[in-house]
């Protein structure tokens, strides 16, 4: 399945480890992340070196190119939530991952929109059992 990945970046990266911990699960298991380079430690530094309308227009084509989205949304991004309504409005399944203390929007929470789910975890053990059953269900 071909995945689009969304977390944080200029927003912070301090879950860098986490993006690396989904990417590396979705490859192990055969899926086409088409934005991993929301794992790559280097980003900034690549992205430094790119015009943001070279950054939109990436992004929003590897977008258009997917047939889901799981984005972790533990750190908030307004990057992160403007891909999630653009997914909204191409009609992706939606998957978003956050930790138990983080402060996640209300505009993600309280959406009861069927194409997005939301969903805790604690631990790898969580991610992994969230992302299987999301991937599993659509």
Same mark, same amino acid.
């Given at each position: 399945?071909?995945?689009?990945?969304?977390?944080?970046?200029?927003?912070?990266?301090d879950?860098?480890?986490?993006?690396?911990?989904?990417?590396?699960?979705l490859?192990?298991?055969?899926?086409?992340?088409l934005?991993?380079?929301?794992?790559?430690p280097?980003?900034?530094?690549?992205?430094s070196?790119?015009?943001?309308q070279?950054?939109?227009e990436?992004?929003?084509? @590897?977008?258009?190119? /997917?047939?889901?989205?799981?984005?972790?949304?533990? =750190?908030?991004?307004?990057?992160?939530?403007?891909? !999630? $309504?653009?997914?909204?409005?191409?009609?992706?399944?939606? @998957?978003?991952?956050? /930790?138990?203390?983080?402060?996640?929007?209300?505009m =993600?929470?309280?959406?009861?929109?069927n194409?997005? !789910? $939301?969903?805790?975890?604690?631990?790898?053990?969580?991610?992994?059992e969230?992302?299987?059953?999301?991937?599993?269900?659509?």
């Amino acid at each position: 399945m071909r995945i689009f990945l969304s977390a944080s970046i200029r927003g912070g990266r301090d879950m860098l480890h986490v993006y690396t911990e989904i990417l590396e699960l979705l490859q192990c298991y055969g899926h086409e992340v088409l934005s991993w380079h929301v794992a790559d430690p280097e980003l900034e530094d690549k992205e430094s070196l790119m015009t943001e309308q070279e950054i939109y227009e990436r992004d929003m084509g @590897l977008l258009v190119r /997917s047939e889901c989205m799981i984005a972790e949304v533990s =750190i908030p991004s307004i990057g992160v939530g403007y891909e !999630i $309504c653009r997914g909204l409005q191409l009609g992706l399944p939606i @998957l978003c991952l956050h /930790s138990p203390h983080s402060r996640v929007s209300a505009m =993600i929470l309280g959406n009861k929109n069927n194409r997005i !789910i $939301c969903r805790q975890y604690a631990n790898y053990q969580e991610l992994e059992e969230n992302i299987m059953h999301f991937l599993a269900t659509i």
